[in-house]
């Protein structure tokens, strides 16, 4: 017993000391004498979770547990490796057990708070962070979890004032300062961000998360040259940082650099946020197929559209082609591209795949140079024709034109620049002689309600229509107006590859796309649609005001042309 003891009490000096591999060399000598050892079990989940190897530890950890299931430590150390997992409804289970027996643990606490956070639970990880500020009022890692709170919530001035808190508390911590500068880019203020990025810079001059940082604060400010400048410092520092390569390809891409653009963006694979497929298949090159390309979905759903205008140039560029997409897109990709075998995700693959890629990869070979996009007036998708034309005759029985809104992104870093208020469209609600469709996934009724007790002006929603999960029949209602207004989301990618005529707004800072490109009004990508772009600190309603004109000479044009009275 002693001497496991001692076998232990080595490990974990070791374990400390950074030197794993002759640790768990001691821990599984432990295991080896008796495999029911819990501190032996925990400490091994616990160093397996340090090397990266999050599904090991989490079986051991596991069975440290199921011999002390009360463990405090153990349980922390479980919820944590469930959330590096994604598992945050189970973290807050081992957080929710802790606390029933200590109420004021503030791990416990702030752990749960951002075991919330991950879910989106944005008002219930405040109060988690705010029961750990009431026994620790100068906790500096819960006040910057605090103000990352106070952002998502959109509480955006709380929030700088909550890192504020943080600088004064720790003003030489540059973990902090990147915090706080990362924060203030995304609340597109690159200017505050940058100072924070300076400093911790001259604190540590060798920090290449911190250039990289930078960078993006600059490529917000639009600031090209610096930003691609800071980055190569980064990669000087760690030649393989993944997420800054991608940033330097989707800035070459923004820029229409596309032969850089397109190969620095293959790194976007080997980042943190990727989700890696193995295939036995090996990866498109360009050359012909002589047999079944698989092309499969990645990112969002718009950008599954965005990229899905390259399917119909793969005709001759392989034998077959099957397509793997979301499911919500399988039915108007299918009728969309007759001579692809379209398949949605989870379903298993046909047999005799001979190569395969990502749908962001044909990109480099597809679309080398602007002069490689082809422009389909038409469009590339198509709407259900009897469908839609149904929808039409509900929404048009005397020749209104029908405008179609959509003020809402849900993109879970950046929709909050990239959402507008319904009230912000009051100057095209106002344009008279059209009606309003309501196209914005999610529920939109109180804001509608809201919208038509201020101004008496109605958008309406078709209750058939389920603008979320029904994508095939939001495209049928798209195909059923005559022009569609919206930010940038995922409804602007489907009415411009429907070929609708498509007015996006998009965002200034972090939350302009590079699709959206650096100045250009118009898109490569769908022909019909225009792009109006928010200048810094613009309100969105200016922005949409000064739209409003050209939106109504579309409905002039739709009534002549329909023989109505204008």
């Not at 610096?226 to 390809?249: R, S, T, V, Y």
């Not at 038409?378 to 029985?397: I, T, V």
Request: some cysteine; glycine content about 8%.
């Amino acid at each position: 017993m002693q001497h496991l003891t001692e076998m232990l009490r080595r490990a974990l000096h070791l374990q400390q000391q950074g030197q794993f591999d002759e640790a768990e060399k001691l821990y599984n000598k432990v295991l080896k004498i008796n495999p029911n050892h819990f501190d032996a079990l925990h400490l091994l989940g616990l160093l397996k979770h340090q090397r990266g190897d999050n599904a090991g530890a989490l079986g051991l950890i596991e069975a440290a547990l199921k011999i002390n299931p009360t463990y405090p430590d153990a349980l922390l150390n479980y919820g944590t490796v469930l959330s590096v997992l994604s598992r945050h409804e189970e973290a807050l289970g081992c957080y929710d057990r802790i606390l029933a027996a200590n109420p004021y643990s503030p791990t416990a606490l702030n752990n749960r708070g951002n075991a919330l956070s991950s879910l989106r639970r944005h008002e219930e990880a405040l109060a988690c962070y705010d029961r750990v500020l009431a026994l620790k009022p100068d906790d500096a890692k819960t006040l910057a979890n605090r103000a990352n709170a106070l952002r998502d919530l959109e509480r955006v001035e709380e929030s700088i004032a909550c890192f504020r808190r943080v600088l004064a508390l720790r003003p030489d911590d540059t973990s902090m300062l990147n915090n706080c500068g990362n924060t203030l880019a995304l609340l597109n203020r690159p200017d505050e961000a940058l100072a924070c990025f300076d400093r911790a810079l001259q604190l540590d001059p060798n920090d290449a998360e911190t250039y990289h940082n930078r960078g993006n604060a600059l490529l917000a400010a639009e600031r090209h040259a610096e930003a691609l400048a800071c980055f190569d410092q980064a990669l000087a520092l760690k030649p393989d940082h993944a997420k800054c390569h991608c940033d330097i390809g989707l800035a070459h891409l923004a820029l229409e650099d596309f032969a850089k653009g397109w190969k620095k963006y293959e790194w976007r694979l080997k980042t943190a946020a990727a989700k890696p497929r193995d295939f036995a298949q090996p990866r498109w090159n360009g050359e012909y197929v002589k047999g079944t390309l698989l092309v499969w979905g990645e990112q969002g759903l718009g950008d599954e559209i965005l990229y899905a205008s390259m399917i119909p140039d793969l005709a001759g560029h392989a034998d077959a082609v099957v397509l793997e997409v979301e499911p919500r897109l399988v039915a108007l990709f299918a009728r969309s591209f007759p001579g692809v075998r379209v398949i949605g995700r989870g379903e298993p693959f046909p047999e005799g795949i001979t190569a395969q890629s990502p749908i962001a990869s044909l990109g480099q070979y597809l679309r080398p140079n602007l002069e490689k996009f082809p422009r389909r007036e038409g469009g590339y998708l198509k709407a259900d024709r009897d469908r839609a034309a149904g929808l039409r005759r509900r929404l048009s029985p005397n020749g209104e034109t029908v405008i179609g809104l959509s003020w809402i992104s849900k993109n879970f870093v950046l929709g909050q620049m990239k959402t507008a208020r319904l009230s912000d469209f009051e100057p095209v609600l106002r344009l008279p002689g059209a009606r309003l469709v309501d196209l914005q996934y999610g529920d939109t009724l109180a804001e509608r309600e809201a919208v038509k007790r201020a101004t008496g002006l109605v958008v309406e929603r078709l209750d058939d229509i389920d603008n979320t999960n029904d994508l095939d029949g939001l495209a049928a209602l798209v195909a059923a107006c005559d022009l569609v207004v919206t930010v940038s989301n995922t409804t602007a990618h489907l009415a411009g590859a429907l070929g609708k005529p498509t007015v996006v707004f998009v965002p200034s800072g972090q939350g302009r796309l590079w699709y959206w490109f650096h100045e250009r009004d118009d898109s490569p990508w769908y022909a019909r649609l225009r792009i109006k772009r928010q200048s810094k600190g613009q309100p969105w309603t200016n922005v949409i005001g000064s739209a409003a004109q050209e939106i109504a000479a579309v409905v002039r044009e739709q009534k002549q042309s329909s023989g109505a009275p204008a």
